[in-house]
């Protein structure tokens, strides 16, 4: 779509997922021609699956809340795992529930990462940006795709300049409260950010600014397919998008 999306994922309807039976789902994005999807989903107390239901696609899940034990690797909230397309099924277990994202990518022939990834975020040190009040944690970065994952912290108050992607990126708040702007036509529209609030953004789309700011710290998860290219902009200004 040309122009950003943004959904609360508790507003949205339940759906079905045969690669997790017997979870609630709620569908944030996707692409039914590629199989291609992004989900909130709450696995229930003493629920077991396996992540082998998508052959020939990587996944990726994080953990918002509970436990998840993949194989014999205990996820907490902020655990990371990427699967990359041909790897062995794992076991996934919970004994309390959890509730996790769970993404789905198009198969990646140029991704140099070809084993599993599995790390807990909390292990990892912030590292800052140029911009003050903001800093980053690394989940996956891919020389060979440019796909990345990774928590961003803006610290409350903190402000950001106008800027853009050249790719599609999407973002799940995860903690804190955050107000942001998208640049929709030359004007600049407002959203309020509450734990649960997803944003699917197009490529190119000049979105932050100084009205992009967070009444408490606030982190995103978020996610490119491909290397993107940041470009800050000077104000708010009409593209040719549509």
């Known amino acids: ?13 339940d759906v079905f997922m045969a690669s997790l039976p017997g979870t609630r789902s709620k569908q944030l994005a996707g692409d039914p021609m590629t199989r291609r999807t992004s989900n909130r989903v709450d696995l229930p107390a003493d629920w077991s699956g396996t992540t082998g239901g998508v052959p020939g696609r990587s996944q990726e899940i994080f953990v918002l809340a509970g436990k998840l034990a ?51 975020a909390d292990l990892l040190d912030w590292q800052s ?18 796909a990345r994952t990774w928590l961003l912290r803006i610290e409350a108050g903190a402000t950001q300049t106008w800027e853009s992607s050249s790719t599609v990126r999407e973002g799940y708040l995860f903690q804190g409260t955050y107000q ?17 609030g997803y944003f699917y953004r197009p490529e190119n789309a000049i979105n932050g600014g100084p009205l992009s700011v967070g009444s408490t710290d606030a982190v995103w998860f978020l996610r490119e397919a491909t290397h993107g290219v940041e470009t800050t902009h000077p104000a708010c200004t009409a593209t040719d998008q549509g």
């Open 1 to 13: 779509m040309p122009f950003p999306a943004f959904v609360q994922a508790d507003e949205l309807e």
């Open 70 to 120: 993949l194989a014999d690797v205990e996820l907490g909230p902020g655990g990371y795992a990427y699967l990359p397309a041909g790897s062995l099924g794992f076991n996934m277990t919970t004994y309390d529930g959890a509730r996790i994202l769970y993404s789905v990518s198009d198969a990646e022939p140029d991704a140099v990462i070809r084993t599993p990834i599995l790390i807990n």
């Open 129 to 146: 940006t140029t911009t003050p009040g903001v800093s980053t944690k690394e989940l996956r970065n891919d020389p060979g795709t440019g």
């Open 180 to 196: 942001h702007a998208e640049c929709v036509a030359g004007e600049a529209v407002v959203g309020q950010y509450t734990p649960g």
